[in-house]
Each structure stands twice: as C-alpha cells, then as structure tokens.
C-alpha cells in the first residue's frame, strides 16, 4: 500500500469553500442573441468593454475560483458526454425534492419549485436518501438472489458431462470474480482512508476558510459509514454505496496510475461508488454537463446562443421523466399558449423572449426539450399571430386622427395664442405628435377653429345645427346615444366649435326630434336594391363571359374547318401527281411521244 | 432653396411601424452606447466591432421580419431600408446560397486582402484546426459560414 498522501486530493480544496456546489445552471448571461450569427454566444454583453477576448468556451461555465486550476480534461470522456438525468425518485416528506439518479448511477438531488439541483445532499434531506437508498439495496439483493436461485436451477439441469466441463471453468471464473472482488473491496477500502486523510489534510490547509466546520463535519458523518461501505463493498452488491454523495471515484482510480484491474475499472458506475469524502464537483463537471447538453441540442453557440436556457434543459430531461406526460403536440399548444398568456410581442426579436424572466421559470417553457425546437414553435407562432393581427387590423375600423385632435383642440385653443405659440406650449403632448395627421393639417385645423370661436355663437349654433341635419339617419337618429355621436360628427370642426355646455343641449334637442333609426323593411329594401345591383352585374358578367365563350368556340370550329379544307386539297393535289406519275409508266419517251 | 425636413413635416412611415419602433429605439440606444464607448485597452479596429454586431443584428431583424415571419408589409421594409434601418446590400447577400449567415460585407471583399482571399471568419469550423479561436479584425466575427 502506498502512503495515502500520494493519492491526488479528492477535490480541489478551493473548492471546499463553496459551501453548496455548483446550484442552479442559469447563468446570467445577459448578452444571448439568438440570430447574432457572426457574433456567436462568446461575444459579451454591449455593455462590458473588457470582455471581447476574454471566454473562448463554448458555454459560459460558472467561474468559480476554481477557474484558474489546471484541470483534468473531464469533458473528453465519452462517459460524461453521454451521462443523463435517468429516473427519479420522489422523497417522501421532503415533497419538492427529489432524488436524481444519472444514468451512469450517480445521483443528486433536485428541487423541483426553486429548480435548484445539488450533488451534495443537504443536511436535511440526507435521511430520506437514506432510506430511499436502503429501500432500493433491499431490492437489488432481492433480485440477486432470485437471479442466483435461477442459475442455480439451470446448472442442475445440465447433464453431468457439461457440469463437469464447466465446473472448473465456473470454479476458476468464480475464483478470479472473488479475487476482483476482494481487490476492490480492499481498494475501496484504502481510498477511503486515502480520502479520509486528504479531507483532513485539506481542511487543515484551509482551516481559516469559512465553511471549515462543515468540512469537518461532512468528514466526520463519513466515519461510520465508511466501515459500513467497504464491508458492503465486499458482497459485491450492486448498490454499495454508503451515501448518495457524488464522488468522482474514477478518474481517482485513473490518477493513481490504474491500479485497479481492467475487471473493475468496467464495472458498473454504481459498482465504484463509494465514500470518496464529501467530493464536490467542480467546474469541470459543469463543463462537461454543459457541453453534453450543447451536444443534445447540437447546436454550435453561434447558431444558438441561447445559452442561458441551458439550465431550463436541463431541468427539463428529468421534469418530463417523472411526469411522463405531454406529448409533442400537446407541448407545443402549452408552449403556445404561455406565449399568449405572456403577451409577447411577435414582434419582438428571440432575445427578448430570452431575457424574459417570467417565460423562463414558466413551466410550460420546460415542456419542450431544446431551445431549437422552442425557437421553432415561437416562429411559427410569430408568423401565425402577425397574420392574425394584421387581418384583425384590416377588419377594424380605422380610428380618424382628427378625432382626438379635435377634442384636444376644444379643451386646450383659447384666441389668446398664435399657433407656434400653441404648438410650443403642447409640444409634448401625444396628440401634437401623432405621425399620421401631420403638422400643416394640425395647424390648419387649429386656425380655422380659433377663427370660428371668434365668430358670434347664433352664427356658430347654426353651423351646428347644419351639420346635425346633415347627417343621414342611419347614422344619426333618435336612438344615438349622446357618447356614441357618429364619427362624421365628431371630426367635424363645426361640432367644437362651441363648448361643450351649450353643445350638449342643441344635440339631444336635435337628437329627439329626429324619427327613430331606420327599421329593418327600410334598412332590408336598402340591402334589396344593393342585391339588385350586384344580381345584374353578375348576369352581364356572365353573359360577356358565355359570349367570349362562343366567340371563342366558333374561331376554333373555323380553324378546324380551314384546316381539313387545307388536308382535303392538299391530298387531291397528291392525287393528281400520282395520277399523273401513273399514266406515264415505263415504256418509254417514243412510246409516249407515239400515243401523243 | 429646398424645404427643410424635420420630424414633424416628414412623411409618416407605413402602417405598422408602430410595432417594431421600440425594437428599433432598442437598437439605436445600444448602437449610440457602442458609439460612445470608451476606446480604453482596445484595439484599434476593435472600437467598431459592436457597431458592426449591432447594424448586422438589426438587419437581420428586419430581414427576418419580412422574409422570414411575413410580419411587416413591403411599403414599411423598402420604408426601413431607405431609411437605414437594415443594410439593403447585406440583405442581397443573406439571400444567396452560402452567404445565409455573413456577417458583414467587408467580410467578402477579396480585393481589400493581402492574398485576394475572403476574411478568415468565412472559413468554416471544419477547416479551422481544432480549438483554433478566430476573430476577425474587420468586425470582429467568429465565423459566420454557412454550415457553422
């Protein structure tokens, strides 16, 4: 045995002052735009200036104070790159949490309200994983030994012959799967002590960091259980871990200059678990998660660069394990309908929707798996509400802008100021800066209207009561409510003429005596004769389009005819050469020039 | 002498602006913050590279708008292109094949280099050596080819 203090340090021990390793994978990286293609994820934020060169990684890894150490290259091997949130296990008593476990059999827990997912467990949870861990051991023997009992039965129904071949064979496999087995448990065992004797080292090296106790402490809890996961190490069971605590067992195993047999180094992961002290992952781990994640997305961070949804994937991979449910198309209406819900605009660049706090802790954003497929279904939704909203816009009515301008007018001109002075006064007002009257019409507007408040008011009254009697009665009639005046009324300059106190009385006056809105008989012959007109256009539309067709139909008939007439006497024009070359025959020119 | 244009006597532009004025007021902020940034600890070309980012974001933008999602009418992108919101001659190129992603026109400009050949942020990651971080000088790309 060599002495403990060859053996790497489980951890870093700058990392020992991070009291909670790595917590939540959202990193606040402000400056994610989607379509910046050139201009990839790496690029920083506008603002900051010193961060042009700075981060060449792909993915913007927390930096921790680790980030300076020389680091193992974790990222490279294919374990991590494929390793994946696989099941997890809810905690009884402790609700939100639960317990993850990786696909290569390492385990944190996770926190489904604050999202928060941590390979160390917390104090308060450690019972539960406790026990669930227990429960799970209690299974895994059960299955061994039905799966012994099994083999079992088969060997004795082998014949004897093949027993007796096999046996040595069993024998000496069972004798090397022993030896293996002792090996490890003994290698077990003295990692543990190395661990053991590194975590104290590194806590006396670092005993003035803050969250020396804690240290201690996580070493001290380790102390009994130690015992306890090599003499269970020895069984070879399965699940021989003592605690739930992640450690990096392997790439230990690897530093310390392969030791441990081919046979072991295989296992499987769950196999190597054990007590490497409270080892805390670090950057590394981070990275590599982050760079399978991009893997999964496969996205390069210039495409994407939505880096900071990461997290959220993350999430995701388990949150739809344990609840197994929305399927594809059910996803997309969620993720739709959170859309709608949030009020986006869809007219909002993708970054926006990013920085959007509210989206990303939305449950609904999780449902999807990646970023990509979430891009998808945002611009399809984009295109789809742009065009609703531009066919509702065509349908509604078109607000006049002389309308509030009016209005604005009647309560703000007085015949004391000139228009520039008027315009300077108001200049701030959103009325005086609507785009879409322009000025040359607001002052025009505002001129004619100071002219006529200097005129006498029987002058003005009259004006109105013009105007009133103008209208036709289907707009204005006895029902009109004195707030529902028709908009012809309103963005006329007759109507503000007067103030609005002596206003009211001659409109409801007006209003009264009007006969009561046109009745449906009134309103359908209206409609009647409006369908009359349409009806004829119609017919004489089709008429000229039978005509055309004719028209059509006899050039063809006579291009037909002209062309079998063209046949016709081009064959009798082959008739009478024939007819000619026939009577000739082959006796000859005297012949012919006898019978001429 | 002819009129003098201001604000309030221009035209008003198409119908729709209204829902992407606050996009580009965004864009304009961060463009005249880009401008204003102090040139302290960089490098000589390196003071126009978020300017560059910028107008190439906000030309896509607009690109993606009109061509991509169908959002704004054509009166309002030929309005924002004569306006200079989006660069017409980048969009050209957007539109052809293995030019989808360029990220700026100086980029392509072989007559502009030593060896005639196009800016380094062209070369696709593939042909780069492994690890090899590319930046640009022109305007400060990482590498906008198209299979990137």
């Not at chain 1, 539309?541 to 079998?564: C, I, N, Q, S, W």
Request: with cysteine.
């Amino acid at each position: 045995m060599e002495s403990p203090n060859k053996r790497l340090k489980p951890s870093p021990p700058e990392n020992m002052a991070k009291e909670d390793d790595f917590v939540p994978l959202n990193f606040d990286d402000e400056d994610n735009t989607t379509e910046q293609y050139g201009y990839g994820a790496t690029s920083p934020s506008p603002g900051s200036a010193t961060g042009q060169g700075m981060s060449n990684s792909p993915f913007n890894a927390p930096r921790g104070p680790q980030a300076t150490q020389p680091r193992r290259d974790h990222r490279n091997d294919p374990r991590h790159a494929k390793d994946r949130p696989k099941s997890a296990h809810p905690l009884p008593g402790h609700e939100p949490w639960v317990l993850v476990k990786t696909k290569y059999g390492r385990y944190f827990v996770h926190n489904k309200d604050t999202r928060e997912s941590l390979w160390r467990t917390p104090a308060h949870l450690k019972d539960a994983v406790r026990e669930h861990e227990q429960g799970q051991t209690l299974e895994a023997e059960k299955l061994e030994n039905a799966k012994w009992a099994e083999e079992q039965l088969k060997a004795m129904r082998q014949p004897e012959k093949a027993v007796a071949g096999r046996e040595d064979e069993g024998r000496n496999a069972q004798d090397s799967h022993n030896r293996a087995r002792r090996r490890r448990s003994e290698s077990l065992q003295r990692e543990d002590e190395e661990a053991l004797m590194a975590e104290m080292a590194a806590e006396a090296e670092h005993a003035e960091e803050k969250d020396a106790k804690d240290a201690v402490k996580g070493v001290e809890g380790l102390q009994p259980k130690t015992v306890e996961g090599g003499a269970e190490a020895g069984y070879g069971s399965d699940s021989s871990y003592g605690e739930v605590e992640v450690t990096d067992s392997e790439f230990e195993d690897d530093d310390e200059g392969g030791k441990e047999t081919a046979a072991t180094a295989h296992m499987d992961g769950a196999d190597q678990k054990h007590e490497g002290g409270p080892v805390e992952f670090g950057e590394d781990d981070i990275a590599w998660q982050l760079a399978a994640m991009e893997e999964d997305q496969d996205l390069g961070p210039n495409q994407d660069g939505g880096d900071d949804d990461d997290a959220a994937d993350y999430e995701e991979e388990y949150d739809e394990a344990d609840e197994d449910g929305a399927s594809d198309e059910e996803a997309v209406l969620l993720f739709r309908e959170m859309l709608d819900e949030h009020k986006i605009s869809p007219f909002a660049p993708w970054d926006k929707l990013l920085n959007n706090e509210d989206i990303l802790y939305d449950d609904r954003y999780t449902l999807l798996p990646n970023t990509r497929t979430r891009k998808a279904v945002w611009e399809e939704w984009v295109k789809e509400t742009a065009a609703r909203l531009k066919e509702e816009r065509a349908k509604a009515e078109q607000l006049d802008p002389r309308i509030p301008y009016l209005a604005f007018l009647a309560e703000k001109a007085t015949p004391k100021l000139y228009w520039p002075e008027f315009k300077r006064k108001y200049r701030k007002e959103a009325v005086m800066n609507e785009r879409k009257l322009g000025d040359k019409e607001r002052e025009k507007l505002y001129r004619d209207h100071i002219a006529r408040l200097k005129l006498p008011e029987s002058a003005r009254k009259a004006d109105l009561v013009n105007l009133l009697s103008s209208l036709p009665p289907r707009t204005l009639n006895r029902d009109t409510g004195l707030d529902v005046l028709p908009n012809q009324l309103l963005s006329h300059l007759h109507f503000i003429s007067l103030p609005a106190a002596a206003r009211v009385p001659i409109i409801s006056k007006h209003i009264s005596s009007l006969p009561p809105a046109p009745t449906n008989a009134e309103a359908g012959e209206i409609d009647a004769e409006a369908e009359k007109k349409r009806d004829d256009e119609r017919k004489r539309r089709e008429k000229a389009l039978a005509e055309r067709e004719k028209k059509v139909e006899e050039d063809r008939r006579k291009a037909e005819k002209e062309g079998r007439w063209a046949k016709r006497e081009a064959r009798e024009a082959e008739r009478e050469v024939r007819e000619a070359t026939l009577g000739v025959g082959n006796r000859g020119l005297r012949e012919q020039l006898r019978s001429g | 002498m002819p009129a003098v244009r201001t604000a309030k006597n221009r035209k008003p532009p198409p119908d729709g602006f209204e829902d992407i004025e606050d996009t580009l007021l965004e864009f304009q902020n961060k463009l005249k913050d880009a401008e204003n940034a102090s040139h302290e600890g960089k490098k000589k070309h390196e003071m126009l590279w978020p300017v560059f980012r910028i107008t190439h974001q906000r030309s896509r933008y607009i690109y993606d708008l009109y061509y991509e999602k169908e959002a704004i009418s054509k009166q309002l992108y030929e309005w924002l292109l004569k306006n200079g919101y989006a660069d017409a001659n980048l969009i050209a190129k957007w539109k052809k094949q293995g030019y989808e992603k360029l990220c700026c026109l100086r980029c392509i400009q072989t007559k502009e280099t030593n060896f005639n050949s196009t800016c380094i942020c062209r070369v696709p990651r593939e042909q780069l050596k492994e690890d090899q971080e590319i930046q640009c000088v022109s305007c400060g790309c990482r590498g906008c080819a198209s299979n990137d």
